[in-house]
């Protein structure tokens, strides 16, 4: 049988690196290379000819090194190409094209995202980020004066924002709890959300991975939590899906939003929210949906006229995260974490904010140096070395978030720790 790698080698395509553009069997032939392999996900995450080829699925500006991807990721081109084809179709004739063809194929993209979750279809939509998915939760519960809903102080800003403007606006109360840092056991996070709950508590915001610090909460504790008390819990998936590898059954949750732009390396502007068909009807959308849309997943969508090629590129996205694999991706993105962390740990101003006691960090992690200002770090990583980390600076703790993807190199990583180590032994440039 001819396989598609024999068939596109006998094209006699051009291969030249800088060339992209011009070989649109690319991002397929690259589908090809990561095909399953013997190797475990650790032996493989040392594999450098594996990771060489997933870094050419992507083109990204290797005049820096990029290790913000927890902020927003590229995308691969394949992905890239596949919204660019759907702009254009969409232009062509966009009241014919947009809402008669491609806003049925949405549909596709829904099962499939279903399927990658182990949910029904009916229980996803489809939003533009996390902020909008998580929205909908936070503001479509209906509350009274009085009300208490939990989060942290580590919580996503946005999301503590929009519980705050509801404070303001319906005199509900914010009540919102400090957890360590770094935080090495589960049991004290899920002691500290039970001791924060009282009688008054009508919603626990509790965030899968914080953003500030890479650090995974137990997530499944904290939901059992909240369905013993009746409590119904927001799980912000937003750094968790397709980066930590877990069974989302296991959580049990019934509300659950992430971004797809992050580590699903999904087209910017994606996001999926979870809601568990039996709490569809008393959850409000953000906009008002149609009649008759009370029990459906659909309602959450009813946003107005919107580029729709971009949610469908997650099809795409999907493709290129199944054939890699999450294990893979999980382990390779802890193997560039532990790379650095080790080159860098010996040296006794090291600190880490992040645990990395196995389960409680994927592959982002958080340090500061003893005596040196975090922010200022920050901006010489990226001034004289064009290395784009993320300076963070909480009222508990300050350091500077690194989150490299799967399109790093060893040579990136190295670079940074040359860059770090060389503020260790001389200090900031004055
Ligand atoms: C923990 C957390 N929640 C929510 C968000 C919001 O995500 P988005 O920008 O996709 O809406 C972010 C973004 O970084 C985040 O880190």
Request: charged residues 25%.
């Amino acid at each position: 049988m001819t396989t598609r790698r024999a068939f596109l080698g006998a094209l006699a395509l051009p291969t030249v690196g800088s060339a992209s553009a011009l070989d649109p069997f690319r991002g397929l032939r690259v589908l090809d290379e990561l095909s399953p392999r013997d190797a475990s996900p650790e032996e493989l995450a040392r594999d450098e000819d594996f990771w060489g080829a997933v870094a050419s699925a992507f083109d990204v500006d290797r005049g820096l090194v990029n290790f913000n991807n927890g902020g927003v990721s590229p995308a691969p081109r394949l992905v890239v190409d596949a919204v660019k084809r759907h702009i254009d179709r969409a232009n062509e004739a966009p009241a014919y094209n947009m809402w008669r063809l491609m806003q049925p194929q949405k549909e596709a993209v829904r099962q499939a995202l279903a399927r990658v979750m182990g949910v029904s279809a009916d229980e996803v939509a489809i939003t533009r980020n996390a902020s909008e998915g998580l929205q909908t939760c936070q503001f479509g519960i209906d509350l009274e004066a009085g009300d208490e809903v939990l989060c942290t102080d580590q919580d996503y800003p946005r999301m503590r924002n929009t519980f705050a403007q509801r404070a303001a606006r319906e005199g509900i109360v914010v009540r919102q709890f400090k957890i360590p840092t770094p935080c090495n056991d589960p049991a004290e996070i899920v002691a500290l959300y039970r001791a924060h709950m009282t009688d008054r508590t009508r919603i626990v915001l509790v965030s899968h991975v914080i953003n500030l610090t890479g650090q995974v909460l137990p997530v499944k504790e904290v939901v059992a939590l909240g369905r013993e008390r009746g409590v119904p819990v927001i799980v912000d998936g937003a750094h968790a899906f397709a980066h930590l590898d877990f069974d989302f059954a296991d959580l049990d949750c019934d509300y659950y939003a992430t971004s797809l732009h992050k580590w699903l390396f999904a087209p910017i502007g994606t996001g999926m929210l979870y809601v568990r068909k039996e709490r569809i009807r008393d959850l409000w959308p953000l906009m008002a949906g149609n009649p008759g849309q009370e029990d459906d997943i659909r309602k959450f969508e009813e946003i107005g006229t919107h580029p729709v090629g971009v949610p469908l590129g997650v099809a795409e996205a999907l493709v290129f995260h199944e054939r890699l694999g999450a294990a893979r991706k999980l382990a390779r993105l802890v193997h560039l974490r532990d790379r650095w962390i080790h080159a860098l740990r010996g040296d006794e101003r090291f600190r880490l904010n992040t645990s990395l006691v196995p389960g409680m960090a994927g592959g982002i992690a958080n340090f500061r140096i003893e005596g040196i200002d975090s922010q200022a770090l920050g901006r010489h990583l990226l001034a004289k070395h064009r290395i784009i980390t993320t300076p963070i600076v909480h009222e508990d703790f300050e350091g500077i978030r690194v989150s490299p993807s799967v399109y790093a190199t060893l040579g990136e990583v190295d670079r940074f720790v040359a860059a770090v180590q060389d503020v260790l032994d001389h200090g900031l440039p004055a």
